[in-house]
């Protein structure tokens, strides 16, 4: 056997664990399962961001129109710049309309999980999706799947589940069911997921969805306009704290910024008004790791969001040394010290990845 076939096989058994599309059986029993009446639960991750609401109410939307019975239930409330999405009123928070969402726990019988993996990631509601008796379906593009789900369309590769969504309606021949409404919430989490369709994971593949979604009905200049456009004076302000307090370690190509719970107060901080923060130290020349530590009195822990550009692997990172994870590019984590200890920490960590960083 000559060695150019063998690297041939090899290589294809490695794309193909890679990138992982729906296999045909799979899709068989979707197409079966959706061919009759099922009273269908989804659900997003904890904090959902961008993808996690806007992939979540696009599979709503498309199951109420094949004529099935479904709801959105979210761990908790979603952040005020995605509060114009198209259908997100109907989004039960687990949290606030507890004894609502768990009726409708119970009662499922399908249940799809988006943007996330484990079910750790959902909190409280953890609890009540370990014993129910629905099947589970998983559509998501974070690294090590775990195996709760009958069907698990995981794909590490894709720029986002918003993506995923529409190529789990392709499997299913009805991307020409996508209303503008689908359009929107799918663009929308390839958009947030993809900072604007410049990070790595950002295909050909996903332009030409991108396309077809403004085919569609996407608005993309007012979805833009949406997410980006929100700025109030008090976000501003925090972030010009925010942008005050970095610090850029050179010798490791880093830069890092804190928030204190102090600071968050002064600003009238709500949730996702740090959204983005950690992304201004890539924009330094030559940073190729940039980390956010923001207190969390009330949780008592401090919380992390790493970024990278190239090679390094935040979510190896966050996985070793912050509980955490997610991409390897972008990962979140969590530290229990203070916000002072967490920093010194981190910096002291960093003298053994100096060759990965410079
Ligand atoms: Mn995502």
Same mark, same amino acid.
């Given at each position: 056997?000559?060695?150019?076939?063998?690297?041939?096989?090899?290589?294809?058994?490695?794309?193909?664990?890679?990138?992982?599309?729906?296999?045909?059986?799979?899709?068989?029993?979707?197409?079966?399962?959706?061919?009759?009446?099922?009273?269908?639960?989804?659900?997003?991750?904890?904090?959902?961001?961008?993808?996690?609401?806007?992939?979540?109410?696009?599979?709503?939307?498309?199951?109420?129109?094949?004529?099935?019975?479904?709801?959105?239930?979210?761990?908790?409330?979603?952040?005020?710049?995605?509060?114009?999405?198209?259908?997100?009123?109907?989004?039960?928070?687990?949290?606030?309309?507890?004894?609502?969402?768990?009726?409708?726990?119970?009662?499922?019988?399908?249940?799809?999980?988006? /943007?996330? =993996?484990?079910? +750790? *990631?959902?909190?409280?509601?953890?609890?009540? @999706? #370990? &014993?129910? !008796?629905?099947?589970?379906?998983?559509?998501?593009?974070?690294?090590?799947?775990?195996?709760?789900?009958?069907?698990?369309?995981?794909?590490?590769?894709?720029?986002?589940?918003?993506?995923?969504?529409?190529?789990?309606?392709?499997?299913?021949?009805?991307?020409?069911?996508?209303?503008?409404?689908?359009?929107?919430?799918?663009?929308?989490?390839?958009?947030?997921?993809?900072?604007?369709?410049?990070?790595?994971?950002?295909?050909?593949?996903?332009?030409?969805?991108?396309?077809?979604?403004?085919?569609?009905?996407?608005?993309?200049?007012?979805?833009?306009?949406?997410?980006? /456009?929100? =700025?109030?004076? +008090? *976000?501003?302000?925090?972030?010009?704290?925010? @942008? #005050? &307090?970095? !610090?850029?370690?050179?010798?490791?190509?880093?830069?890092?910024?804190?928030?204190?719970?102090?600071?968050?107060?002064?600003?009238?901080?709500?949730?996702?008004?740090?959204?983005?923060?950690?992304?201004?130290?890539?924009?330094?020349?030559?940073?190729?790791?940039?980390?956010?530590?923001?207190?969390?009195?009330?949780?008592?822990?401090?919380?992390?969001?790493?970024?990278?550009?190239?090679?390094?692997?935040?979510?190896?990172?966050?996985?070793?040394?912050?509980?955490?994870?997610?991409?390897?590019?972008?990962?979140?984590?969590?530290?229990?010290?203070?916000?002072?200890?967490?920093?010194?920490?981190?910096?002291?960590?960093?003298?053994?990845?100096?060759?990965? @960083?410079?």
């Amino acid at each position: 056997m000559s060695s150019l076939f063998l690297f041939s096989i090899i290589s294809k058994y490695v794309y193909s664990c890679i990138f992982a599309p729906m296999n045909l059986e799979d899709i068989k029993t979707v197409k079966k399962l959706l061919s009759t009446p099922q009273k269908i639960v989804i659900v997003p991750h904890k904090n959902p961001d961008g993808d996690a609401i806007g992939s979540t109410v696009a599979l709503w939307h498309y199951l109420k129109n094949i004529g099935q019975d479904a709801t959105v239930v979210s761990p908790n409330d979603f952040p005020d710049f995605l509060k114009w999405i198209p259908g997100n009123e109907s989004i039960l928070n687990f949290e606030k309309e507890n004894s609502q969402s768990k009726n409708k726990i119970s009662e499922a019988t399908l249940i799809f999980t988006l /943007d996330f =993996n484990h079910l +750790s *990631r959902i909190g409280q509601m953890q609890d009540y @999706l #370990n &014993n129910v !008796v629905a099947e589970f379906i998983m559509i998501d593009h974070h690294q090590a799947p775990a195996d709760y789900a009958k069907i698990t369309y995981s794909d590490v590769s894709m720029s986002s589940t918003c993506e995923m969504v529409y190529n789990f309606m392709e499997y299913l021949n009805d991307t020409d069911k996508i209303t503008p409404e689908i359009a929107t919430c799918i663009y929308t989490g390839i958009m947030t997921d993809t900072g604007s369709f410049k990070f790595k994971s950002t295909t050909s593949r996903t332009h030409r969805v991108i396309a077809d979604l403004i085919d569609k009905g996407a608005q993309n200049t007012e979805i833009h306009h949406q997410i980006y /456009d929100t =700025n109030n004076s +008090s *976000r501003l302000k925090l972030l010009g704290i925010a @942008l #005050n &307090n970095m !610090v850029i370690l050179e010798d490791y190509n880093t830069a890092y910024i804190t928030l204190t719970q102090e600071e968050l107060n002064s600003c009238n901080y709500k949730k996702g008004d740090t959204e983005g923060f950690v992304n201004y130290g890539l924009t330094l020349k030559g940073i190729k790791f940039a980390v956010i530590f923001i207190e969390n009195s009330e949780e008592g822990i401090i919380k992390i969001s790493f970024r990278s550009v190239g090679d390094f692997s935040v979510n190896q990172f966050a996985r070793n040394h912050f509980e955490g994870g997610g991409h390897d590019n972008a990962a979140g984590g969590k530290s229990d010290l203070t916000i002072t200890e967490t920093t010194e920490r981190f910096t002291k960590l960093l003298e053994n990845y100096k060759t990965d @960083l410079i």
